[in-house]
T-cell receptor, first 116, second 113 residues
């Protein structure tokens, strides 16, 4: 149990376009979802925390108008990268908590975004 | 600032060797600490979670210890195998952080035949 999926797994887009990444908890209700960003050979950096039905809390230095997060249901959160630029190219990983032990985060498989 | 660091950054060992990965954190007020495994281009697999009240956790060939007072955790891998090759990440949930995880820089492990 406690499976988290992400879609798409890989996306390539042109500079200036917007890209939406979905994060789903498949077999549990995720009261909280987290979005991370990972540069090559670097660690994960938390971008924002979202609770179902409320606005996301962004980490310092993360542009909320650039990275739009919606957590409309207990099983789905979306991250939209607006007006993407090549420097937004990265590996984006989501996690969800709320299954069993509330403090355990279950991670998705990640989405590789490449902006040309 | 609450930070998590890991040493070494990379490690290469022959198959069968026992090894230790290190994680240190700057604030001893932690809720829990987790060790994850990440294969290239993939997501994270949780290996072990240690609550702040615990000293160690074991799963198969893996043993993780926690010393809050010194701000350190170690991940011990016994009888390493080529399949253990991956990046190992340490992540800390600091008290008052609302379940946020602060990740270390990772140790890239290669176990050679």
């Amino acid at each position: 149990g406690a499976v988290v999926s992400q879609h798409p797994s890989r996306v390539i887009c042109k500079s200036g376009t917007s890209v939406k990444i979905e994060c789903r908890s498949l077999d549990f209700q995720a009261t909280t979802m987290f979005w991370y960003r990972q540069f090559p050979k670097k660690s994960l950096m938390l971008m924002a925390t979202s609770n179902e039905g409320s606005k996301a809390t962004y980490e310092q230095g993360v542009e909320k108008d650039k990275f739009l997060i919606n957590h409309a249901s207990l099983t789905l959160s979306t991250l939209t990268v607006t007006s993407a630029h090549p420097e937004d190219s990265s590996f984006y990983i989501c996690s969800a908590s709320g299954a069993g032990g509330a403090d355990t985060q279950y991670f998705g498989p990640g989405t590789r975004l490449t902006v040309l | 600032k609450q930070e998590v660091t890991q040493i070494p950054a990379a490690l290469s060992v022959p198959e069968g060797e026992n090894l230790v990965l290190n994680c240190s954190f700057t604030d001893s007020a932690i809720y829990n600490l987790q060790w994850f495994r990440q294969d290239p281009g993939k997501g994270l697999t949780s290996l072990l979670l240690i609550q702040s009240s615990q000293r160690e956790q074991t799963s198969g060939r893996l043993n993780a210890s926690l010393d809050k007072s010194s701000g350190r955790s170690t991940l011990y891998i016994a009888a390493s195998q080529p399949g253990d090759s991956a990046t190992y990440l340490c992540a800390v949930s600091f008290t008052g952080g609302g379940n946020k995880l602060t990740f270390g820089t990772g140790t890239q492990l290669k176990v050679e035949l």
